[in-house]
């Protein structure tokens, strides 16, 4: 799935008492008409703008009823929240959501094509410590990247 905004780039902000967190200048335009906030794979937070969200949406229809792994998915999707940016570029993240991240005082906003990731700092740094360790290029071959 490639959206028209191909986002990409690392971010760490702040979290205010409230729950707000910014969003990046650069990402604001493709969230203008809202966007889809989730609970993502890894512990993180998918962000999703509108037409991404109706890609994905459709994708997950598709799946299977029946598969026990299909229904945990749609329900881990969809029990998303729909928001817009406030006057400042902020987004409220909801305490279900916080949670499921770990996020307190600090994110770390992730471009990944066509969503955002947003991402407990800490485990963010694991993560990539950890991708950087396993040196997966090996299995990318079958992907011909």
């Known amino acids: 799935m490639f959206s028209e905004q191909a986002f990409s780039g690392e971010y760490l902000h702040s979290i205010d008492e409230k729950g707000r967190l910014t969003i990046p200048v650069k990402f604001r335009p493709a969230l203008a008409e809202g966007m889809y906030i989730t609970r993502g794979l890894d512990g993180c ?12 949406a459709e994708q997950v229809a598709k799946l299977p009823l029946t598969e026990t792994a299909a229904r945990h998915f749609s329900r881990m ?9 406030d006057k400042q570029g902020r987004i409220l993240l909801p305490q279900h959501l916080r949670e499921h991240a770990g996020l307190d005082n600090e994110a770390v906003i992730i471009g990944v094509n066509s969503r955002l990731e947003i991402w407990n700092p800490e485990r963010w740094r694991e993560l990539t410590a950890l991708m950087e360790e396993q040196q997966f290029a090996e299995q990318l071959s079958s992907l011909e990247i």
């Open 45 to 56: 937070l998918f962000v999703y703008p509108p037409q991404a969200w109706r890609a994905l």
């Open 77 to 85: 999707i969809f029990s998303s929240t729909e928001c817009r940016l």
